[in-house]
């Protein structure tokens, strides 16, 4: 594992390039396939508002999973992530349309660490809404 971003390039503060996450009710039923996770309330309507949803939403680890890609991107390597967590707050709707849902994620480096390691902060928002708290990676850098 060895990031293409050096340590002694980066300080408190450094923001790493926002991106936007396009999230559509086959992107969810791909997830599902790929994770094993069939809960109803990613992919069946009726079941989702039966349970008190407001429709379909996106699985919790998709999101996390989309929004640690803004970090692995900058750092070039996904094994440079050495530890990442959040906390769900609130849920991606997902709307049975062409549009579906975006999940908006940005991030900025929160502290830097010993051993040439730096703590990302994350900010990901869908309909203008925080989805993921305390949203954290450490990543090693070169």
Avoid: C
């Amino acid at each position: 594992m060895t990031a293409k971003v050096s340590y002694d390039s980066v300080e408190v503060g450094t923001e790493l390039p926002a991106r936007s996450f396009p999230v559509t009710r086959a992107t969810l039923v791909q997830y599902a396939g790929a994770s094993g996770d069939f809960n109803p309330i990613h992919w069946n309507e009726k079941f989702a508002r039966e349970v008190g949803l407001e429709d379909v939403i996106a699985h919790g680890m998709f999101t996390m999973a989309e929004a640690i890609r803004v970090v692995t991107d900058w750092a070039g390597d996904p094994g440079a992530v050495v530890e990442y967590g959040v906390r769900f707050t609130r849920q991606v709707v997902v709307p049975n349309d062409d549009k579906g849902a975006l999940i908006e994620v940005s991030a900025k480096v929160g502290a830097l660490l010993d051993d040439k390691r730096v703590r990302v902060d994350l900010t990901a928002t869908s309909g203008d809404k925080k989805v993921l708290g305390m949203s954290r990676a450490v990543v090693q850098l070169g």
